[in-house]
């Protein structure tokens, strides 16, 4: 494969599968809280981390990075998910998902400001494009969009998300997707150890297949969906990698339609369409221009002529 394709598949991969998250961390808070979800969807995501490091072993971090390391564990996944998760519980599928869909913006701007990447006015106009038509799909989802006060913390998870994969990409230049990943979410799910208390009892009270649910957001869109994207991050700007992430709910529609037996509306359709159509805009025609180099008046072909005069 070319590294256009892997990046291709990887992205098709982390799309489909964190689209898959979202009607399982519904079928998940049917019998767990938000807390013990998260705890118990990244015990299993980190146990299938360290089984694939027995496979292709990693080696310890640089001391100097352990600081940056816990601040990305933290931000992208202590408090992403547990912020989600318990925003879930008040705010409309409509809303989480339209305000989550803000940490692509976000990204961009924080990546502006701290990694001086550059994105071009069509590429921000792709941006806006993709989240208009993000709006439209909450708008159509069950529910609709009603701003109750949990989405105070889905918006602090999108900022959360925002923060981690634009801290990710300076340590990308120095761990592979796989290393950076493990050190990010073991050290995350540690931060998740507040919930354990409560655990076992929901653990022995819940469903099986509420249990299932909530391994199979852990293995794959946890584990392996991390992993994937990381990936994408390594090959792409944070305009570019993150403006993927509106595909998302895109790909969670018919996954919940056939999960939960939610029908998407033509709105919901409407925006999906606008979502790819923005999302091409980025990948296209995103880069900006380099600024022109000043070139010092001796060196203009006329200065040269004078001299040479």
Same mark, same amino acid.
């Given at each position: 494969?070319?590294?256009?394709?892997?990046?291709?598949?990887?992205?098709?991969?982390?799309?489909?599968?964190?689209?898959?998250?979202?009607?399982?961390?519904?079928?998940?808070?049917?019998?767990?809280?938000?807390?013990?979800?998260?705890?118990?969807?990244?015990?299993?995501?980190?146990?299938?981390?360290?089984?694939?490091?027995?496979?292709?072993?990693?080696?310890?971090?640089?001391?100097?990075?352990?600081?940056?390391?816990?601040?990305?564990?933290?931000?992208?996944?202590?408090?992403?998910?547990?912020?989600?998760?318990?925003?879930?519980?008040?705010?409309?599928?409509?809303?989480?998902?339209?305000?989550?869909?803000?940490?692509?913006?976000?990204?961009?701007?924080?990546?502006?400001?701290?990694?001086?990447?550059?994105?071009?006015?069509? $590429?921000?106009?792709?941006? !806006?494009?993709?989240?208009? /038509?993000?709006? &439209?799909?909450? =708008? %159509?989802? #069950?529910?609709?969009? @009603?701003?109750?006060?949990?989405?105070?913390?889905?918006?602090?998870?999108?900022?959360?998300?925002?923060?981690?994969?634009?801290?990710?990409?300076?340590?990308?230049?120095?761990?592979?997707?796989?290393?950076?990943?493990?050190?990010?979410?073991?050290?995350?799910?540690?931060?998740?150890?507040?919930?354990?208390?409560?655990?076992?009892?929901?653990?022995?009270?819940?469903?099986?297949?509420?249990?299932?649910?909530?391994?199979?957001?852990?293995?794959?869109?946890?584990?392996?969906?991390?992993?994937?994207?990381?990936?994408?991050?390594?090959?792409?700007?944070?305009?570019?990698?993150?403006?993927?992430?509106?595909?998302?709910?895109?790909?969670?529609?018919?996954?919940?339609?056939?999960?939960? $037996?939610?029908?998407?509306? !033509?709105?919901?359709?409407? /925006?999906?369409? &606008?979502?790819? =159509? %923005?999302? #091409?805009?980025?990948? @296209?025609?995103?880069?900006?221009?380099?600024?022109?180099?000043?070139?010092?008046?001796?060196?203009?072909?006329?200065?040269?002529?004078?001299?040479?005069?």
């Amino acid at each position: 494969m070319t590294r256009r394709q892997k990046v291709l598949a990887a992205a098709a991969t982390t799309v489909l599968l964190w689209g898959s998250a979202f009607p399982g961390i519904k079928a998940g808070l049917s019998a767990y809280g938000p807390g013990q979800l998260a705890l118990l969807r990244y015990l299993f995501a980190s146990l299938t981390m360290a089984l694939i490091a027995l496979v292709r072993p990693i080696g310890l971090p640089r001391l100097r990075d352990v600081p940056g390391i816990v601040a990305l564990g933290a931000l992208g996944f202590t408090i992403y998910h547990s912020a989600l998760n318990y925003g879930q519980v008040t705010v409309t599928a409509g809303s989480a998902s339209f305000l989550t869909e803000t940490a692509p913006v976000f990204a961009t701007l924080m990546a502006a400001f701290f990694l001086r990447e550059r994105l071009s006015r069509i $590429g921000w106009a792709g941006i !806006l494009l993709s989240f208009g /038509g993000a709006a &439209l799909i909450a =708008v %159509g989802e #069950a529910g609709g969009m @009603r701003l109750e006060p949990g989405a105070l913390l889905v918006l602090a998870a999108a900022l959360a998300g925002a923060g981690y994969f634009t801290l990710q990409k300076g340590f990308l230049e120095r761990y592979s997707p796989m290393e950076i990943t493990a050190y990010a979410m073991w050290t995350g799910t540690l931060g998740m150890l507040v919930w354990a208390p409560a655990l076992p009892a929901q653990v022995a009270a819940a469903p099986p297949q509420a249990t299932l649910a909530v391994a199979y957001i852990g293995v794959l869109p946890g584990a392996v969906g991390y992993v994937t994207y990381a990936y994408v991050l390594s090959k792409l700007s944070v305009a570019k990698g993150t403006s993927l992430l509106y595909l998302v709910p895109l790909a969670a529609l018919p996954i919940a339609w056939g999960w939960h $037996g939610e029908v998407p509306t !033509l709105m919901a359709l409407a /925006g999906g369409v &606008l979502v790819l =159509v %923005g999302v #091409a805009v980025v990948q @296209r025609l995103g880069d900006a221009k380099p600024a022109p180099e000043s070139v010092p008046d001796a060196e203009r072909p006329e200065q040269r002529e004078a001299v040479s005069a």
